[in-house]
């Protein structure tokens, strides 16, 4: 490999590095608040989602908030799987889609560890499956949006 294309890969790492760390300091951020501070925050957001399609009910469904608060783990879960399997690619030494999911799960687990620390929270393994699944769909993304580059460069290199 020349120093160039290490150059390269050593800034496609750190890039994807930084990120991945971003979204699980933001997950561990949103870990951290007290149930009925989570709680707050969340109706407040369905309440925003739901005046944007024209319903502004006075008691919101508990059922749809925790379908919100559901959807939101396994989306944020999916992000870090996305920067996990870029940060994992951007290196030769491990298989990156076993051990883009397989990161991503254990920082589940430890982050259900923690809420067990967090007022009025605490683990679930429901949420642990749930996010391990929004990740595993973000690494397939990335695994798909890495393959359609990887056709594009090749379609696009000159024939000799």
Do not use: N
């Not at 399997?85 to 030494?93: E, K, L, S």
């Not at 076993?98 to 605490?122: K, N, T, W």
Request: hydrophobic share 45%; with cysteine; charged share 15%.
């Amino acid at each position: 490999m020349s120093s160039t294309a290490r150059t390269h890969s050593r800034y496609w790492l750190t890039l994807w590095i930084a990120v991945s760390l971003a979204v699980a300091v933001l997950i561990f951020c949103f870990s951290s608040q007290p149930a009925s501070e989570s709680g707050t925050i969340s109706r407040g957001m369905l309440r925003w989602l739901l005046s944007l399609v024209g319903y502004t009910p006075e008691q919101l469904p508990e059922t749809l908030h925790h379908y919100l608060r559901k959807a939101a783990h396994f989306t944020i879960y999916a992000l870090l799987g996305f920067c996990l399997r870029g940060a994992f690619d951007a290196q030769t030494r491990v298989p990156p889609l076993p051990c883009s999911i397989g990161a991503a799960a254990l920082y589940a687990m430890s982050d259900e560890f923690h809420q067990s620390f967090v007022p009025g929270r605490g683990p679930q393994l429901s949420d642990v499956l749930l996010d391990t699944a929004g990740a595993a769909l973000g690494v397939l993304m990335m695994t798909l949006l890495l393959h359609l580059l990887s056709l594009w460069r090749r379609r696009s290199k000159p024939l000799p």
